[in-house]
């Protein structure tokens, strides 16, 4: 059985999850940064349009399903698609709430916890061992496991 | 010479795994960019007497539907190919108007950018927003949007809009399939089906839309993680039902009902009071079940601030699920009913005293009436577009209740999906939602609805002529027809021009504050933030319209009476507006014909207090001046 976008089987394997875990983590990187940068400067256009739906979209939701639900494997699209325009409509709809708009330093702190979390989610996953790898360590004479 | 014939035997490899939908996707694409390329932004894009561009339109999807016919008769489902034809359905019904169209298409899409607006230059909400002030979640994140991406209005996306959600719906619908007991060819064809039955257009720039990608989002972590084991009595039921569908009925439809799913049964698994099979397979590992229900409840949360009825509908459609022990733990469901109801309380008296919600309870057959009802005369196209409604949802509905039987038949799971496909009716019996209450039934309903199509028509692979393997294809090809009709059947009325727009941003931009009144109910507006500062009358041909024959000079006091009880031309200046669309509106709907408008407009220009402030392209805005 082939995998899709939509549709992916049991047999996909653990090292593949990585892959593309690793691959999106870049992706949500990079569009935050870019995003981060060309609010700074203050430029405006197309290419800024598209950042902010991608952003909106897709990472918050990418930085939190990576670290609680990582192994949930199918919803690396469906399941932060909905988690990042959850956290979004929430967060602004508070600071209207609360009197305090600021929707550019809202950005801001939400751009920066999601690359905290991303690194995390990162991190987290590169040490983690896959099953079956030969681990080599120093072992003293008389440890114990 | 050894690469050479490596090379050519690469070549006819991989000629070889082409199939015919290879070259009938492209060919459609291509056919759908000319048709849709010379659709004149004309108000009638797709009238009943197609032109040549329409026809080129219209053999575009011809070709895509057959197309995905095909595929769908094949032994080994193609995924990728399944993909890229659903994604091409989804551009050509909902990214047609988009293209065809210069301004967003709906009038109802202004006020909410007005909105957004609003929040984006005022830092806040208003009593002009009316009810929208209680459920700003949309408003709230695309003034966020607006703000980080630099937009200074959500008119620059808002014709996108319908793509852009039937994009997310697609998605987190196709999640929610891998939790659900359906074979690969059973839910691509309820995904083409979801797709191309949604004739509602609740996917508009609007908080409906959005709500939905959220209520979806929230069936999709329910189903997928906080699934339990169905009651004993609800399977022992079932397994009753099929053994008399056996015996009643194999004789008569026994090749039809024939098992032509590959996910396990009844008959496999006769005393299981849940039933694995493909989805089992597919999610073998789940989150912790407290980051689902803690997930669930936020997204719940945000859905409850977002949009006014859907909390309710979603609550009541797992509700049922946790009666029979489908969704764990019970308790869930009532948090999310205290999380809606909690909500609503401080506000229950305004929104009681303006929309009368206690008023419609418990009178389910007039809570059941469509819009259209209300309408004392439709035209030639409103009346075509409301029968392809009923017809396209009757069908839609007929095929889940034949979906159920064939279900059952064949010993597999019903009871769930047949639920969630008809237990929206339940929200007929407390509320009309101003006549709309059986759409939001329709769409709440839909994505249940075609899952059980699916098994009503999906069909065991083979030759696409044979008369089974035919009918998901017919059936699809008939939607799609019906879908095209219904919903762009209204645009002569529906399609706000370039030429309404900008009447209406000129009495914002240009005049000072005051009340405005417009022909009938369609017209763009209000569309910037400040725009909320012209109090709107209610239309002169509108509910309070006291005139015996329909618009004549004689209706002038009338409209100079209504104006100046709101301070129209004694504090500040007052306002009538007319556009195209307002005329056209008027005419399909029985208020008023374009003759009378022209008369009325001729008298209009000549009378005592009133003078021409704008007029361009067929829109004229008249202004009652302050004095005496």
């Given at each position: 059985m082939e995998e899709t976008f939509f549709f992916r089987p049991a047999t996909t394997v653990q090292h593949n999850d990585n892959r593309a875990a690793r691959a999106i983590d870049m992706a949500c990187a990079v569009v935050t940064g870019a995003l981060l940068t060309l609010t700074a400067m203050g430029w405006v256009g197309f290419a800024r349009i598209l950042l902010t739906f991608a952003f909106a979209v897709y990472v918050p939701g990418w930085a939190v399903v990576a670290n609680?639900?990582?192994?949930?494997?199918?919803?690396?699209?469906a399941l932060p698609v909905l988690v990042s325009v959850t956290l979004v409509t929430a967060a602004a709809t508070v600071t209207i709430w609360l009197h305090v708009w600021h929707p550019v330093q809202l950005f801001d702190i939400e751009a920066s916890a999601s690359i905290a979390l991303i690194g995390i989610a990162a991190v987290r996953r590169e040490s983690r061992r896959p099953p079956g790898e030969l681990v080599l360590r120093n072992v003293a004479p008389g440890d114990t496991e | 010479m050894s690469m050479a014939r490596r090379s050519t035997h690469g070549v006819s490899r991989a000629v070889g795994r082409l199939v015919i939908s290879d070259a009938l996707l492209p060919i459609s694409v291509v056919l759908w960019i000319i048709g849709v390329r010379q659709i004149h932004p004309s108000p009638v894009p797709l009238s009943i007497l197609p032109s040549g561009s329409v026809f080129v339109f219209l053999a575009g999807l011809g070709v895509l539907v057959l197309s995905t016919g095909l595929l769908l008769t094949r032994s080994n489902i193609s995924n990728h190919r399944m993909t890229l034809h659903l994604g091409a359905l989804i551009v050509m019904l909902y990214g047609s108007a988009p293209i065809v169209f210069l301004e967003p298409r709906f009038a109802w899409t202004y006020k909410h950018t007005a909105y957004t607006n609003y929040i984006a230059v005022y830092h806040g909400l208003t009593q002009s927003m009316a009810i929208y002030r209680i459920w700003p979640g949309l408003f709230a994140l695309a003034a966020w949007i607006d703000k980080v991406g630099g937009i200074s209005t959500p008119l620059v996306y808002a014709s996108w809009a319908e793509l852009f959600f039937e994009i997310l719906y697609a998605l987190l619908f196709a999640w929610i399939l891998r939790a659900l007991l359906l074979d690969e060819r059973e839910r691509w064809l309820a995904l083409f089906l979801f797709a191309s039955a949604n004739?509602?257009?609740?996917?508009?720039?609007s908080p409906q839309g959005f709500g939905y990608v959220l209520s979806l989002g929230v069936f999709g972590i329910a189903l997928h993680w906080l699934k339990g084991e169905q009651r004993p009595w609800i399977t022992k039921l079932e397994l009753g039902v099929c053994r008399l569908l056996e015996r009643e009925h194999t004789r008569l439809f026994g090749r039809w009902m024939s098992p032509t799913t590959t996910t396990s049964s009844r008959r496999q698994h006769p005393h299981a009071t849940n039933d694995y099979g493909d989805r089992a397979a597919e999610s073998p590992a789940a989150p912790s079940r407290w980051f689902a229900i803690v997930t669930l409840l936020t997204t719940y949360g945000v859905l409850t601030f977002v949009h006014e009825l859907s909390p309710y509908v979603v609550a009541v459609q797992l509700g049922v699920l946790a009666v029979i022990g489908?969704?764990?733990?019970?308790?869930l469901v009532v948090a999310m009913l205290a999380i809606a109801v909690g909500y609503l309380a401080p506000n229950f008296n305004y929104v009681n005293d303006t929309y009368g919600l206690t008023a419609s309870i418990g009178n389910f057959f007039g809570n059941l009436r469509p819009p259209s009802s209300t309408v004392a005369q439709l035209g030639s196209a409103a009346l075509l577009t409301a029968k392809a409604s009923r017809v396209l949802s009757v069908s839609m509905w007929g095929l889940a209740a034949v979906g159920t039987v064939r279900r059952l038949h064949q010993g597999r799971i019903a009871v769930d999906l047949a639920l969630l496909a008809?237990?929206?009716?339940?929200?007929l019996v407390f509320l009309a939602y101003g006549h709309e209450g059986l759409l939001r039934v329709y769409l709440f309903s839909l994505p249940w609805s075609a899952c059980l199509a699916a098994s009503a028509l999906s069909a065991a692979p083979g030759a696409f002529w044979h008369p089974r393997a035919i009918l998901p294809t017919a059936a699809l090809a008939v939607i799609v027809v019906l879908f095209l009709v219904t919903f762009?059947?209204?645009?002569?009325?529906?399609v706000m021009t370039p030429a309404d727009v900008q009447a209406f941003a000129f009495v914002y931009s240009q005049a000072p504050p005051g009340p405005l009144m417009t022909l009938t109910a369609n017209f763009p507006a209000p569309i910037g933030a400040d725009s909320l500062k012209f109090p709107s009358v209610e239309?002169?041909?509108?509910?309070?319209?006291?005139?015996?024959?329909?618009?004549?000079?004689?209706?002038i006091p009338f409209l100079t009476t209504e104006i100046v009880s709101n301070g129209g031309g004694v504090t500040a200046p007052g306002y009538f507006v007319v556009s195209p669309s307002m005329v056209a509106y008027a005419e399909e709907f029985g208020l008023a014909t374009a003759a009378q408008c022209r008369t009325f407009l001729t008298a209009m220009d000549r009378a005592p207090g009133w003078r021409i402030l704008y007029s361009r392209g067929g829109a004229t805005i008249y202004e009652l001046a302050v004095g005496p």
């Amino acid at each position: 059985m082939e995998e899709t976008f939509f549709f992916r089987p049991a047999t996909t394997v653990q090292h593949n999850d990585n892959r593309a875990a690793r691959a999106i983590d870049m992706a949500c990187a990079v569009v935050t940064g870019a995003l981060l940068t060309l609010t700074a400067m203050g430029w405006v256009g197309f290419a800024r349009i598209l950042l902010t739906f991608a952003f909106a979209v897709y990472v918050p939701g990418w930085a939190v399903v990576a670290n609680c639900a990582p192994m949930v494997r199918g919803s690396r699209l469906a399941l932060p698609v909905l988690v990042s325009v959850t956290l979004v409509t929430a967060a602004a709809t508070v600071t209207i709430w609360l009197h305090v708009w600021h929707p550019v330093q809202l950005f801001d702190i939400e751009a920066s916890a999601s690359i905290a979390l991303i690194g995390i989610a990162a991190v987290r996953r590169e040490s983690r061992r896959p099953p079956g790898e030969l681990v080599l360590r120093n072992v003293a004479p008389g440890d114990t496991e | 010479m050894s690469m050479a014939r490596r090379s050519t035997h690469g070549v006819s490899r991989a000629v070889g795994r082409l199939v015919i939908s290879d070259a009938l996707l492209p060919i459609s694409v291509v056919l759908w960019i000319i048709g849709v390329r010379q659709i004149h932004p004309s108000p009638v894009p797709l009238s009943i007497l197609p032109s040549g561009s329409v026809f080129v339109f219209l053999a575009g999807l011809g070709v895509l539907v057959l197309s995905t016919g095909l595929l769908l008769t094949r032994s080994n489902i193609s995924n990728h190919r399944m993909t890229l034809h659903l994604g091409a359905l989804i551009v050509m019904l909902y990214g047609s108007a988009p293209i065809v169209f210069l301004e967003p298409r709906f009038a109802w899409t202004y006020k909410h950018t007005a909105y957004t607006n609003y929040i984006a230059v005022y830092h806040g909400l208003t009593q002009s927003m009316a009810i929208y002030r209680i459920w700003p979640g949309l408003f709230a994140l695309a003034a966020w949007i607006d703000k980080v991406g630099g937009i200074s209005t959500p008119l620059v996306y808002a014709s996108w809009a319908e793509l852009f959600f039937e994009i997310l719906y697609a998605l987190l619908f196709a999640w929610i399939l891998r939790a659900l007991l359906l074979d690969e060819r059973e839910r691509w064809l309820a995904l083409f089906l979801f797709a191309s039955a949604n004739w509602i257009a609740q996917d508009y720039f609007s908080p409906q839309g959005f709500g939905y990608v959220l209520s979806l989002g929230v069936f999709g972590i329910a189903l997928h993680w906080l699934k339990g084991e169905q009651r004993p009595w609800i399977t022992k039921l079932e397994l009753g039902v099929c053994r008399l569908l056996e015996r009643e009925h194999t004789r008569l439809f026994g090749r039809w009902m024939s098992p032509t799913t590959t996910t396990s049964s009844r008959r496999q698994h006769p005393h299981a009071t849940n039933d694995y099979g493909d989805r089992a397979a597919e999610s073998p590992a789940a989150p912790s079940r407290w980051f689902a229900i803690v997930t669930l409840l936020t997204t719940y949360g945000v859905l409850t601030f977002v949009h006014e009825l859907s909390p309710y509908v979603v609550a009541v459609q797992l509700g049922v699920l946790a009666v029979i022990g489908l969704i764990r733990p019970w308790w869930l469901v009532v948090a999310m009913l205290a999380i809606a109801v909690g909500y609503l309380a401080p506000n229950f008296n305004y929104v009681n005293d303006t929309y009368g919600l206690t008023a419609s309870i418990g009178n389910f057959f007039g809570n059941l009436r469509p819009p259209s009802s209300t309408v004392a005369q439709l035209g030639s196209a409103a009346l075509l577009t409301a029968k392809a409604s009923r017809v396209l949802s009757v069908s839609m509905w007929g095929l889940a209740a034949v979906g159920t039987v064939r279900r059952l038949h064949q010993g597999r799971i019903a009871v769930d999906l047949a639920l969630l496909a008809f237990s929206p009716l339940a929200l007929l019996v407390f509320l009309a939602y101003g006549h709309e209450g059986l759409l939001r039934v329709y769409l709440f309903s839909l994505p249940w609805s075609a899952c059980l199509a699916a098994s009503a028509l999906s069909a065991a692979p083979g030759a696409f002529w044979h008369p089974r393997a035919i009918l998901p294809t017919a059936a699809l090809a008939v939607i799609v027809v019906l879908f095209l009709v219904t919903f762009f059947g209204d645009d002569s009325s529906n399609v706000m021009t370039p030429a309404d727009v900008q009447a209406f941003a000129f009495v914002y931009s240009q005049a000072p504050p005051g009340p405005l009144m417009t022909l009938t109910a369609n017209f763009p507006a209000p569309i910037g933030a400040d725009s909320l500062k012209f109090p709107s009358v209610e239309p002169l041909l509108g509910s309070d319209y006291p005139g015996i024959a329909r618009l004549g000079s004689a209706d002038i006091p009338f409209l100079t009476t209504e104006i100046v009880s709101n301070g129209g031309g004694v504090t500040a200046p007052g306002y009538f507006v007319v556009s195209p669309s307002m005329v056209a509106y008027a005419e399909e709907f029985g208020l008023a014909t374009a003759a009378q408008c022209r008369t009325f407009l001729t008298a209009m220009d000549r009378a005592p207090g009133w003078r021409i402030l704008y007029s361009r392209g067929g829109a004229t805005i008249y202004e009652l001046a302050v004095g005496p």
